[in-house]
């Protein structure tokens, strides 16, 4: 169930067998966890040395959007993802330096299960972080995506790195 990379491209099944094709020439040892349209969840042997190699040769690449290492995978919950990234922002993000949040896709209030708004729940997460906010030149950003598990459950994933560690080929894509 664990998967530790996510990589987005153009929908399509050409698209995705094409991309699996690239990752296997550029990553090699990898294992797809689950597949969604234009989304690939995947365990890597090192999510942000997998990201490194795939930067060095974007060229080949001209139909992925995102690869994007995940430090670690929680229940979809406004509360739990707060908690859980301000624990690794403590581990990870120096005391003088700066971060923003960024969230693709919804999360939820625990107590409800209703859908909260990404503004509100970017303030919460941000409010538990005991670091400078900066949102035009953040030295960290904390990435949070939810993305559904086989089809089924949905669960958020947290990465807290450096922004260069995340690579987006096209940007205001999924």
Do not use: C
């Not at 409800?112 to 005991?130: G, Q, W, Y």
């Amino acid at each position: 169930m664990s998967f530790n990379l996510i990589i987005t491209h153009e929908p399509g099944l050409d698209n995705y067998r094409y991309v699996l094709s690239i990752l296997r020439s550029i990553i090699g040892n990898y294992r797809v966890v689950d597949a969604g349209t234009s989304v690939i969840l995947l365990q890597v042997d090192d999510p942000y040395k997998a990201v490194e190699e795939l930067r060095n040769r974007k060229d080949e690449l001209n139909i992925m959007y995102r690869a994007i290492p995940i430090d670690v995978i929680v229940d979809p919950y406004v509360e739990v993802v707060a908690e859980k990234s301000a624990e690794l922002a403590e581990k990870k993000i120096p005391e003088d330096k700066t971060y923003r949040v960024s969230l693709r896709g919804r999360l939820y209030w625990q107590e409800t299960r209703m859908p909260a708004h990404s503004l509100d729940a970017i303030k919460v997460i941000a409010e538990k972080i005991n670091r400078q906010v900066s949102l035009t030149h953040p030295d960290y950003v904390v990435y949070i995506r939810s993305v559904r598990l086989y089809h089924r459950k949905r669960v958020a994933t947290i990465t807290v790195t450096a922004p260069h560690n995340i690579l987006s080929l096209k940007s205001n894509r999924p």
